[in-house]
C-alpha cells in the first residue's frame, strides 16, 4: 500500500556570471550578475521542479527537459515547475508544504524573500503560509563563499487528496 505522504528533495546549482538576468524563484532581481544556463537558469525552480518530481516518483527535470533541446533555450522555469505539478497531481498528489534555502553571496536576497513565496504559491497552487523561502550565505567558503555560484536545497510534501 502507498504511503498518505511522499517527501522529495531537490538541489540546483548554476554559475554566476556578469550581464545575464537574475531570475530567482520566478522573481527577477536588480543584479550585475546572474545565473548561467540552458533556461532562465532560475537555480530555485529548478531545485523545487526535482523536489516535486522526486516526491512523486517521477524522473528528474534533466530527464523532462534535456539541455540540449535547443527549443527550451531561455525558457521560463516556471514551465518546468508547472509541468511537475500537473504530473504529481494527475498521480493523485496535492502539495502539502514547500520549504527552500538559496545559497548566494549575491546578489542579496532577503528583500525579494515575499514576492518570490508569492510567485512560489501561485506555480504550487498553495496558500503562502505553505511555502519557506530563506537565504544565506557561504561564509566565504566554496564556490557559492567565493561569489561564484548560487544554490538552492529545496524539501517538498507531498500528500494524498
Ligand atoms: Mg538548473
Same mark, same amino acid.
Given at each position: 500500500m502507498q504511503a498518505p505522504f511522499r517527501v522529495?528533495?531537490?538541489? %540546483? @546549482?548554476?554559475? +554566476?556570471? /556578469?550581464?545575464?538576468?537574475?531570475? !530567482? $524563484? &520566478?522573481?527577477?532581481?536588480p543584479s550585475e550578475v546572474g545565473p548561467e544556463g540552458h533556461s532562465d537558469a532560475d537555480v530555485a525552480l529548478h531545485a523545487v521542479a526535482d523536489a516535486l518530481l522526486g516526491a512523486a516518483g517521477l524522473? %528528474? @527535470?534533466?530527464? +523532462?527537459? /534535456?539541455?540540449?533541446?535547443?527549443? !527550451? $533555450? &531561455?525558457?521560463?522555469?516556471?514551465?518546468?515547475?508547472?509541468?511537475?505539478?500537473r504530473e504529481a497531481r494527475?498521480?493523485?498528489?496535492?502539495?502539502?508544504?514547500?520549504?527552500?534555502t538559496l545559497l548566494a553571496e549575491?546578489?542579496? @536576497?532577503?528583500?525579494?524573500? /515575499?514576492?518570490m513565496k508569492a510567485r512560489l504559491a501561485q506555480l504550487l497552487g498553495v496558500e503562502v503560509a505553505q511555502v519557506g523561502v530563506k537565504a544565506t550565505t557561504s561564509e566565504g567558503l566554496d564556490a557559492v563563499g567565493?561569489?561564484?555560484?548560487?544554490a538552492c536545497?529545496?524539501?517538498?510534501?507531498?500528500?494524498r487528496a
Open positions: 522529495g528533495l531537490g538541489y %540546483d @546549482i548554476h554559475r +554566476l556570471v /556578469p550581464g545575464r538576468r537574475c531570475v !530567482l $524563484a &520566478g522573481v527577477e532581481i524522473p %528528474d @527535470i534533466g530527464q +523532462l527537459f /534535456p539541455n540540449t533541446d535547443p527549443s !527550451l $533555450a &531561455g525558457m521560463d522555469s516556471a514551465r518546468i515547475v508547472d509541468r511537475a505539478v494527475a498521480l493523485g498528489w496535492q502539495v502539502g508544504n514547500l520549504d527552500l549575491r546578489p542579496k @536576497i532577503v528583500r525579494h524573500v /515575499p514576492a567565493e561569489g561564484r555560484g548560487i536545497h529545496a524539501v517538498v510534501l507531498l500528500f
